[in-house]
């Protein structure tokens, strides 16, 4: 099938599609005048490849393990295999840089509300979470 289809077939555009070739994530075949062509494996992978995207992986984080979902459409993998785990630990890692930069937003977000409330007052006291509104209706 060709781009378009593909792209039709998981969601994405044909313009994703040829980022993620051109980035290493995918390798379509070529018909004898340079049109991409895309098999059934192929939409596996991009399916595959947009739900890690979608769940906060980087192009560069599905990059490092891209050889992986060549291999399980190729061979018809089990999620199980030990090569997997390559998978497991790129989302680890990633799952940590985002906690520890959630930790240093959170410091951040808490000296600067200290500042304001040190300069000026009651105006940026903390104050509830949006969507309550029994605070506004007292005032």
Do not use: K, N
């Amino acid at each position: 099938m060709r781009i378009g289809e593909a792209a039709h077939a998981t969601g994405l555009t044909p313009r994703a599609l040829r980022h993620y070739e051109q980035q290493g994530l995918l390798r379509p075949g070529r018909t004898s005048s340079g049109h991409r062509v895309y098999t059934s494996a192929h939409l596996e992978q991009l399916r595959a490849i947009g739900e890690l995207l979608r769940a906060g992986l980087t192009v560069a984080d599905v990059r490092s393990f891209a050889h992986l979902l060549d291999r399980a459409a190729d061979d018809g993998a089990a999620d199980g295999e030990p090569g997997h785990c390559a998978v497991a630990e790129v989302s680890l890692q990633r799952l940590r840089e985002l906690d520890r930069r959630i930790e240093q937003l959170s410091l951040v977000r808490t000296r600067l509300a200290a500042q304001l409330t040190d300069r000026f007052g009651d105006l940026f006291a903390e104050r509830p979470a949006t969507g309550s509104t029994s605070s506004r209706a007292s005032r």
